[in-house]
Nanobody, 124 residues
Framework: HVQLVESGGGSVQAGGSLRLSCAGS????????MGWFRQAPGKEREWVAR?????????SYADSVKGRFTISRDNAKNTEYLQMNSLKPEDTAMYYC?????????????????WGHGTQVTVS
């Protein structure tokens, strides 16, 4: 029974930082691809970042967060992280972690198989 649980969200002022964590359980091996998405009220789900591990490591970021956010993972702990710096009000959203079984590792949410319940990030 695969579960992903996000934590680390909160309310911060513009320019502040937060680190989100996504703890995975219920699977024996780490997923090749994990990512972060966000969704603001009244808006569509938006891809934020993804990380591919399995023969080196590759990361990708949405243009809106590039240079400010950093995705990482600790495979031994089955945990994914999103370090968010220089936060802006436009970053306000519910943030979700996700994992993909096949490891295609694209930016579309339809590719991902498992999702956490989200952690709220509010930037004022």
């Amino acid at each position: 029974h695969v579960q992903l649980v996000e934590s680390g969200g909160g309310s911060v002022q513009a320019g502040g930082s937060l680190r989100l964590s996504c703890a995975g359980s219920g699977y024996r091996y780490s997923f090749s691809c994990m990512g972060w998405f966000r969704q603001a009220p009244g808006k569509e789900r938006e891809w934020v970042a993804r990380i591919y591990s399995g023969g080196g490591e590759r990361t990708s970021y949405a243009d809106s967060v590039k240079g400010r956010f950093t995705i990482s993972r600790d495979n031994a702990k089955n945990t994914e992280y999103l370090q968010m710096n220089s936060l802006k009000p436009e970053d306000t959203a519910m943030y979700y972690c996700a994992a993909e079984r096949r490891g295609t590792c694209g930016g579309r949410w339809e590719l991902y198989d498992y999702w956490g319940h989200g952690t709220q990030v509010t930037v004022s």
